[in-house]
């Protein structure tokens, strides 16, 4: 089993900063792929980041691109989210999730990642 937790989350002004972690348990957690979605009120679950096993493939939303940067350290089981120049379309809950099949590269579909974050909320003001 793997239990990820998220934090970093809070209020932040448009153009603002702010770096999400995922704390992850379980031994296996170097060898998964792992992802950042996101869900705004009313609509469903988006991707926006993902990161293969070693760190050395990534992948992004288009609508993050050039703002946003997906990192781990596997030493301490951990992923990071550095989101920057943010804007009130940002606004969510991010979820951290990690893909069960080992050394895979980044995935993007919701559907091929098994485990899950609670969640922590996001909110960028105008």
């Known amino acids: 089993q793997v239990q990820l937790v998220e934090s970093g989350g809070g209020l932040v002004q448009a153009g603002g900063s702010l770096r999400l972690s995922c704390a992850a348990s379980g031994r296996t957690f170097s060898t998964y792929t792992m992802g950042w979605f996101r869900q705004a009120p009313g609509k469903e679950r988006e991707f926006v980041a993902t990161?293969?096993?070693?760190?050395?493939?990534?992948d992004y939303a288009d609508s993050v691109k050039g703002r946003f940067t997906i990192s781990r350290d596997n030493a301490k089981n951990t992923v990071y989210l550095q989101m920057n120049s943010l804007k009130p379309e940002d606004t969510a809950v991010y979820y951290c999730?990690?893909?069960?099949?080992?050394?895979?590269?980044?995935?993007?579909?919701?559907?091929?990642?098994?485990?899950w974050g609670q969640g922590t909320q996001v909110t960028v003001s105008s």
């Open positions: 999730a990690a893909n069960g099949l080992p050394y895979g590269g980044a995935v993007r579909a919701t559907n091929r990642y098994i485990y």
């Open positions: 990161i293969n096993w070693s760190g050395g493939n990534t």
